[in-house]
């Protein structure tokens, strides 16, 4: 779409550095999807040893009064 | 138009303290601000005051007052709670920090663009962290807070945008193209929430924290019958000149990112609003209560939403809708801000990526990466929606505290994008922004602490011994800056000298 491009195009310090940023989110769909599935699993070894030990209980007294 | 103006976030926290579900959250979140409160040394009788004087919270948008005794008690947010012990700051970056209701509060300064809004909010999870590293202990457990919006046992609570408009803008208008954006938002806003209806019942995930909690399309209250528009006219500011327009619909996001774009867009549509760009009625939804829960429902991002006309949409439709209109309104400008472009960059995309695959919005996306996790699992460990680690990972997502919370791991291993440094976030701990007239009230409450009697945020009241108090009100939100103030308050090591040079400028 030419309108967008040429907002982009106006370009700023912190565009540019946007851009770059999202190189990485514009990879084959199915390629990322494998990657993410790595991705995941490294950080779910990780969550694992940071999550509270017992689930059930733990979010059983997670009570609040209600807000706004 | 732009993505710049006015504007600010308050964030009501979750408060547990494990093991004691039923210890009393009144009491607990007063222990969270009064142990900020003595952590950076305001510990002291005359900062507990919120001046109420011109808080005006049933003055209502539509341009009636309610009365007082129709009112539900929890909507009479002015009667001076520092009377029943809790705790209330302004604290020396321009924020609030108190408690309101059950919830430590924390309400960011004035900033004047999106990015500000995001590094104070973020400043604020800071110090709600900090007060409870420094806060009591119970059998060997902290209090802990959480950045979110449920409880999953039928308690929600807020997180609120406030955005300064021009009076003259008719609310109708703002209430009919707003609607369908905020139905349609959640597709970026929302933060994820595993469990469906009020109590959670269903172990099933949505977008959206909040969907399940609004009843009415336009309405006053903020606690019961929610509306998708809350009408509360509370303007803080020249009521002739402003009005506040006070969201209620949206989430408590985690993502630097997603909080970027929630004000940003936002604040995109009020400006085309306010410049007078209808969609006429086709953006009009037939049923905006029940579709904002369908919305919040599918995550395939495929929800067709019955429109007034007759036709459908889906969520990504009608923001593209929104969106081009947008980029067609900027393209007609001769200049655009930095801020503007950006957020319509990142709008942009947002949308394009949640249309290819939303698993492309991983690392920008509350919702997104949530989801992606407790898919990971389910995938890891051929587990099913209803393991308890899931709901537990739901909850401690939003741990605000950085070596338990699963957001600021995310953060820590890059796989959810930071846009400040802790450099920059504590600067903005300390700090109030510098274009606004928070900068005139956080400064005074480093500089004057001991003759500070109350403030809110339009006034400052002073108590310099004499036999009255000295009320400066600050009813314009752009003045009070670094540019205008910075040098009498240098000039002044008092505040009497302060109050002398504003009573006579020299």
């Known amino acids: 779409m030419p309108s967008q491009d040429r907002i982009q195009s106006r370009g700023s310090k912190r565009e540019d550095s946007l851009d770059e940023a999202e190189v990485t989110s514009v990879d084959s769909a199915q390629a990322s999807r494998a990657e993410l599935d790595q991705d995941v699993d490294s950080i779910l070894d990780e969550i694992d040893d940071l999550l509270e030990v017992n689930a059930e209980d733990f979010v059983k007294s997670f009570v609040q009064k209600g807000g706004q | ?506």
């Open chain 2, 1 to 506: 138009m732009s993505a710049r103006r006015v504007m600010g976030i308050e964030t009501e926290f979750g408060v547990s303290v494990p093991g004691h579900p039923t210890m009393n959250a009144m009491v607990t979140s007063s222990h969270i601000v009064n142990s900020y409160a003595r952590l950076v040394g305001l510990d002291r009788p005359t900062l507990a005051h919120w001046d109420y004087e011109r808080e005006t919270p049933l003055r209502d948008a539509r341009g009636f007052d309610m009365s007082r005794s129709d009112a539900h008690p929890s909507q009479l947010t002015d009667e001076d709670d520092s009377e029943l012990g809790l705790a209330n700051l302004i604290l020396t970056n321009g924020s609030r920090f108190y408690v309101d209701h059950a919830h430590p509060e924390y309400s960011t300064p004035e900033v004047t663009n999106p990015r500000d809004a995001v590094l104070w909010d973020r400043a604020g999870t800071v110090i709600a962290q900090r007060a409870a590293n420094a806060g009591p202990v119970f059998d060997g457990q902290k209090i802990r807070l959480y950045k979110n919006n449920v409880d999953n046992k039928g308690a929600s609570y807020g997180c609120h945008e406030n955005y300064l408009m021009k009076r003259a803008t008719p609310f109708a208008e703002i209430v009919r193209t707003l609607i369908p954006f905020f139905v349609t938002r959640q597709l970026f806003t929302g933060t994820g929430r595993l469990g469906k209806g009020s109590e959670g019942q269903r172990k099933e995930f949505q977008i959206s924290q909040r969907a399940d909690y609004f009843e009415v399309e336009v309405g006053l209250e903020t606690t019961l019958k929610r509306p998708l528009i809350n009408t509360r006219d509370e303007p803080h500011a020249d009521p002739e000149k402003y009005r506040r327009l006070h969201v209620i619909i949206g989430d408590a996001n985690l993502s630097d990112k997603a909080t970027l774009l929630k004000l940003g867009s936002t604040s995109i549509v009020l400006s085309m609003i306010e410049a007078g760009i209808s969609f006429g009625d086709t953006l009009d939804i037939k049923d905006p209560v029940r579709e904002l829960t369908r919305v919040s429902y599918d995550t395939s991002l495929t929800h067709q939403l019955t429109m007034s006309t007759g036709a459908s949409q889906t969520a990504i439709e009608i923001q593209f809708r929104i969106l081009e209109a947008a980029v067609s309104f900027c393209e007609r400008q001769s200049q655009v801000d930095g801020d503007t472009r950006e957020v319509l960059h990142l709008w942009q995309s947002t949308l394009e990526s949640l249309q290819r695959d939303p698993m492309e919005c991983v690392s920008t996306i509350d919702w997104v990466a949530k989801m992606s996790l407790m898919q990971g699992y389910i995938r890891r460990d051929n587990c099913s929606w209803d393991d308890p680690r899931l709901a537990l990972l739901d909850l401690q997502y939003s741990d605000i505290d950085p070596t338990r919370g699963v957001a600021a791991k995310l953060e820590e291993k890059g796989a959810l994008t930071r846009i400040f440094t802790d450099a920059e976030v504590d600067f903005a701990v300390e700090n109030p922004p510098s274009d606004t007239r928070a900068f005139f009230r956080g400064e005074c409450i480093r500089r004057y602490p001991d003759n500070i009697a109350a403030a809110s945020w339009d006034s400052v009241v002073f108590d310099t011994g004499g036999d009255t108090l000295l009320r400066v009100p600050t009813l314009e939100p752009l003045k009070g800056t670094k540019d205008s103030v910075l040098a009498v308050l240098d000039a002044s090591p008092t505040a009497a000298e302060l109050l002398d040079s504003l009573r006579d400028p020299p």
